[in-house]
Each structure stands twice: as structure tokens, then as C-alpha cells.
């Protein structure tokens, strides 16, 4: 899989970038692996420099993010795609990201588990858009086979206050 980055020359005219290689990384974590596919740390974006590529060619060597968001930078966004293993569960229990999360399936079935006892099974071009609140994925797919997802990620304002409660990020590791 290959990476693409545009910017533009001199003239304002629209180039592809040279400033790193094409060839996308996958880093091993505990339920598969996860590849930074694009990052950002600011929202709304400054696209007068090629600043985010820089801060991009770093925040690809590493799986997550400094700071509580994890996937995500604090005050930005970023696309993963994510292998999880036959039979993998993302955690033992669930957790709470102060992210808005936009999984689009493109392999495998996958369920997310809220706190609630509520869940969905997502499959191939099924989408689940979780709004910062408790979940934990699981890999359901027949045959044991890989569940592969794309997450569109961004940072929310925190805390989120729902009625009379206000929630953070919540880890269980």
C-alpha cells in the first residue's frame, strides 16, 4: 500500500510530494496491527506550509498518539487502518476515547460492544460512527478470519457532558 501526498509548487500549482517515501508501515499491537494512515495537530488545518507533512513523517513511526486521545492527536484527527487477529478483542473491557470515530469495514465482520449491553455487527461497507462513549471492538468474523477497518478520527471537546455527568477518557490500561 502506498501513500500519496499532494502540495503545491512554487507556482500554486498542485504537485505530489517528495518530502518521504510512499511505502506505508505497519506497526504491531497487541490485537493485529495499525498503520497512521494521515495525522493532524490542529483543526482547522494550515495548508499555506507543508508543516503537517513533517509532523506526518514523524507521527508514523509510532502507533499512537502522546496525551489521552491515543489514536488520535490531542487537538486533531488522523485516519488508521487497523488488522485485527481471528478471535481478537480489543481490550478486556471497554474504554472511552475523546474521540469521534468513523469506522468504515473493509474486511472480515466486527461487533462493537457499548456499556450498555448493547451491540452491532458491522460487515464489509458497514459503517459505525462512536461518539466518545464506552465500547470495545471484537473481532467476529467466520473462519477466523482478520477484521480490517479504516477509522476517521477526531479530537472532541472534553468534557462530554451528558444530563448531569461529565466524562473523560477512560482506560483500563
Known sequence: MSTYITTHNADGKAIFS?????EQHEMAITIGTIKTIWSSHECPMNLSTDADIEQYKHDRTSPFFPGGRRICPDNGSSIIIMNMKPG???NSVSHRTMTLDVVLVLEGEIECHLDSGEKRTAKVGDVIVQRGTMHKWVNVTP????????GLIQAVREPIKVFDKELGAEWAY
Open 18 to 22: 517528495d518530502k518521504l517515501p510512499t
Open 88 to 90: 481478537g478483542v480489543e
Open 143 to 150: 473462519n477466523s478470519g482478520w477484521a480490517k477497518w479504516v
